[in-house]
């Protein structure tokens, strides 16, 4: 099962994957943890996207797709995978199919977790993000047990740079002028399913499972 996870910045593409990957044994791969990770680690790659990431703006196709197709290539990925935040443009989803094609294979949905701009921005003021692991939480709607603590392994939580309102803004713009494009993309390609993701985040997983297992 190769799954594609759509949406706006902080529509909830990481929550609902990561309970995907979870309930189907599958590995949750998203591009934005693995450029955090290298910033961490002061990699080369790391300090390169930084400077996109910084300013709200994507990092360039090139530092993204050999990537992800070197990932996806993996002994793990064999029974499928799902992939959070990429592809975020037409030509890495292009990139992507064509890949996948040399090897007989193609993704198999497309989930488009669908949340207005007016919620985006309360949804991103909230998400917290631990320093240590990264595991992502909500100040109201997914908070940690002990306030500011991670529940997963009692590192720090703070708000990432990029999540600050005046980022979120331009984030957003670039959303739609580069990431939107991939619903009409998929929905020719025929493996477009919508998802509302203004609702409780267990009724956006119901309503996702349902989806995969029609
Ligand atoms: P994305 O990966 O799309 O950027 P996240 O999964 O990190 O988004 O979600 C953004 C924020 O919104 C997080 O703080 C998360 O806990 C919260 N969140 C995710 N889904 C929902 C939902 N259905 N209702 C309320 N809050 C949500
Ligand atoms: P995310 O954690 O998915 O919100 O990603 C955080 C940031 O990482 C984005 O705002 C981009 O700057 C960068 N990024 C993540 N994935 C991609 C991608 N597929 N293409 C370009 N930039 C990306």
Redesign the pocket.
């Known amino acids: 099962m190769k799954i594609i996870?759509l949406?706006?910045?902080?529509?909830?593409?990481?929550?609902?994957?990561?309970k995907i990957a979870g309930e189907y044994n599958i590995p949750h791969i998203?591009t934005?943890d693995i450029f955090r990770a290298n910033i961490k680690n002061g990699t080369e790659l790391g300090m390169k996207a930084k400077t996109y990431m910084d300013q709200g703006l994507l990092v360039p196709d090139e530092l993204v797709v050999d990537l992800v197709v070197d990932r996806v290539n993996q002994a793990d990925c064999t029974d499928g995978y799902v992939l959070?935040?990429f592809p975020r443009t037409i030509p890495q989803a292009e990139a992507l199919t064509e890949a996948l094609k040399k090897l007989g294979q193609k993704v198999d949905y497309a989930i488009d977790?669908n949340?207005p701009d007016e919620?985006i921005i309360n949804?991103?003021s909230?998400?917290?993000?631990c320093v240590g692991c990264g595991a992502?939480?909500?100040?109201?709607?997914?908070p940690t047990k002990q306030e500011g603590i991670c529940d997963t392994c009692g590192g720090e939580l703070i708000l990432r740079d990029d999540d600050k309102p005046e980022t979120v803004g331009k984030r957003l713009n670039v959303y739609h002028e580069q990431t939107q494009p991939l619903i009409d993309y998929y929905t020719r390609e025929g493996i477009l399913h919508t998802v509302d993701?203004?609702?409780?985040?267990d009724?956006?997983f119901g309503a996702i499972v349902k989806l995969l297992e029609a």
């Not at 993701?197 to 985040?201: E, R």
């Open positions: 996870m949406g706006a910045p902080g529509a909830g593409k990481g929550t609902q994957a990561k998203s934005g959070d935040g977790v949340v919620n949804r991103m909230g998400r917290r993000a992502t939480y909500h100040m109201v709607y997914a993701g203004t609702i409780d985040i009724d956006v």
